[in-house]
């Protein structure tokens, strides 16, 4: 916390220091409030204390209290917490999905200054040890569905104390591991508790990136850098919360803490709808229809099986009017389809673990008001604009800047006061010049909005210029046969890289490569589209929903492209 200006012995500050005076610089004199991570909690309970958190909890019902009840038990586990020896920057780990009892660990470990880091399940146990083991949690809480995997990860993280089941004695999986129920271990404790005023530039929650090249990273947010994040994202050209929402984040609590939503939800006052474990396109809709769910936030791939529910049982919404999609780029054919046959408003937005991750987001400024329709949709359809907090650049290979003029592309650099400066544990800082390298390839145009072309390492690079492998499969995305697609780049002995297209077909359709090659005519540079389509059942994907472009790549390493059989034909 900002200490207040000390004043010299005898020095009254009157308010008014003459112009060109050496004295020291006049202060502001307001309160000096922390921004603290429980405050939102405390508000929420305070003035909005009724407002609904609904819950599909792992065990199968559903559970439904208020942001005061959420309080008093987010409190109890800080006492718990303190009464086992928790000091203030010690981690504490969870496995968990989307659920008020996980709610009650972001506050209730951040609220008595330890550190909530959020472990994703998804990944692999070998990840998983490293990550646990990285970050020194002593406490692990888990869900019931995770048990297994808790007996599977306990021997190898010798450091934690103690595995904490997120349910009651009548639910207690058994297992190898010695476990602690969470609701006896809550219900030993008061709720009697005042949260501590302590500096808000202290660590508040640990999220490590996906780790697909090399260990998982982590990056460790601050309070203030945490509260800032959800002020951001309430914005009325960011999410645009308000206490008339009710909000589900249909992105995991372990997917960069569901976008911020769990903190944003109670800055605002809005009713909170919690999916659990249940994702698929049927359970979404009968929890969204029977909560009246106003707003949500996924990734393009769950956002897919929903939308294919919708369309073969012919259903509509009654209640919800708008999605962020983010995680990866969202296709146009999707926006499209959430816009025209659901009348959902798509926000399409990029952001990263390190950024908290919200930075950018797609909202029309005034001046687009009397664009047509479709011209306001190329706007939307790009990864949007900064909101307050975000500064961002592109620079060429020379790392000089490049000019905003919608063509120009480069290397995506950002900066900002939640934006990490180094990775946990690491010494190095990977800034340059103060700005933190995404990774990302894409252009600005000249009112500053942001398109992703393709990551740095997923451009291909075919005869010295580049293609974007996202734009092509955006392109095969909008075939309405087509239910998945992924390009990658193949070797060529001529041109050093072509693109290979590989698609899902949607069920009960017979799309072919001269067909889906055709349909790429008018809409792409005739060099762009793609020199193979390989048809598979399914395309990997990361732990956090993204595809996992590595694998495929190692899947198709032997793939020769019809060009190049031909080229080897003919030299022989």
């Not at 004043?7 to 003459?18: L, T």
């Not at 439904?64 to 203030?88: F, H, I, N, P």
């Not at 639910?171 to 476990?179: D, E």
């Not at 990302?440 to 398109?451: E, F, R, S």
Request: glycine share 8%; charged share 20%.
């Amino acid at each position: 916390m900002v200490t207040p200006q000390q004043e010299p012995p005898g020095r009254q500050v009157s308010g008014h220091e003459p112009r060109g005076s050496s004295a020291a610089p006049l202060m502001g004199q307001m309160m000096q409030m922390p921004l603290l991570i429980s405050s939102l909690l405390h508000h929420a309970a305070r003035h909005f204390g009724d407002t609904e958190i609904v819950t599909r909890r792992i065990e199968g019902d559903l559970h439904r209290y208020t942001y005061a009840d959420c309080e008093v038990r987010a409190k109890q586990l800080a006492q718990a917490l303190l009464a086992t020896g928790v000091k203030r920057g010690d981690r504490i780990g969870t496995l968990a999905w989307n659920t008020y009892r996980h709610l009650e660990v972001y506050y209730g470990t951040s609220g008595m200054g330890a550190v909530c880091h959020t472990i994703n399940p998804r990944l692999f146990a070998e990840q998983l040890v490293f990550i646990i083991n990285h970050a020194e949690d002593r406490f692990v809480l888990f869900d019931i569905t995770f048990a297994a995997l808790v007996d599977q990860l306990a021997a190898q993280c010798p450091q934690v104390r103690g595995w904490i089941a997120l349910t009651d004695r009548a639910h207690l999986p058994a297992m190898q591991t010695p476990i602690i129920c969470y609701e006896e271990w809550l219900a030993a404790q008061s709720g009697e508790f005042d949260w501590p005023q302590f500096d808000e530039l202290s660590a508040s929650s640990l999220c490590y990136t996906s780790g697909t090249t090399g260990h998982p990273k982590g990056a460790l947010y601050s309070h203030r850098s945490t509260v800032l994040h959800a002020y951001g994202a309430a914005l009325p050209d960011a999410m645009a919360c308000s206490a008339r929402d009710a909000i589900m984040p249909v992105v995991p609590m372990f997917h960069v803490n569901a976008w911020g939503i769990p903190y944003t939800a109670p800055l605002v006052g809005a009713k909170l709808v919690l999916p659990g474990k249940d994702l698929d396109g049927a359970s979404l809709y009968a929890l969204m229809e029977s909560e009246q769910v106003s707003f949500s936030a996924g990734v393009p791939t769950v956002w897919l099986g929903l939308l294919n529910y919708l369309s073969q049982n012919n259903l509509q919404f009654s209640s919800f009017k708008r999605t962020v999609i983010g995680g990866s780029a969202c296709p146009p054919a999707m926006l499209r389809s959430f816009e025209d046959q659901f009348g959902v408003h798509v926000i399409h937005a990029w952001g990263m673990t390190e950024l908290s991750p919200l930075g950018t987001l797609a909202n029309l400024k005034a001046k687009h008001a009397a664009l047509p329709p479709e011209a306001q949709r190329h706007i939307l359809e790009k990864q949007g604009h900064v909101i307050f907090g975000v500064d961002l650049r592109i620079v060429g290979i020379d790392g000089l800047e490049l000019p905003w003029d919608g063509v120009s592309f480069g290397d995506l650099q950002v900066r900002g006061p939640w934006v990490v400066e180094r990775y946990f544990g690491q010494l190095e800082s990977p800034l340059i010049d103060g700005w933190f390298p995404t990774g990302d390839v894409a252009t600005i145009d000249a009112d500053g909005y942001m398109q992703i072309t393709d990551r740095s390492k997923d451009v291909i690079k075919s005869g010295g210029e580049w293609i974007s492998s996202i734009e092509i499969e955006n392109v095969a995305m909008a075939h309405p046969e087509v239910a998945e697609a992924a390009c990658i780049s193949c070797a060529h002995p001529k041109w050093d890289e072509r693109p290979l297209l590989v698609v899902v077909r949607k069920p009960g359709t017979e799309v072919d490569r001269e067909s889906l090659l055709q349909f790429y005519e008018g809409r792409v540079a005739k060099w762009w589209i793609p020199d193979d389509i390989a048809f598979v059942d399914a395309i990997p994907h990361t732990a956090t929903g993204k595809i996992q472009k590595l694998k495929l790549r190692e899947l198709f390493k032997n793939h020769v492209l019809p060009s190049v059989s031909q080229m080897q034909a003919e030299s022989t």
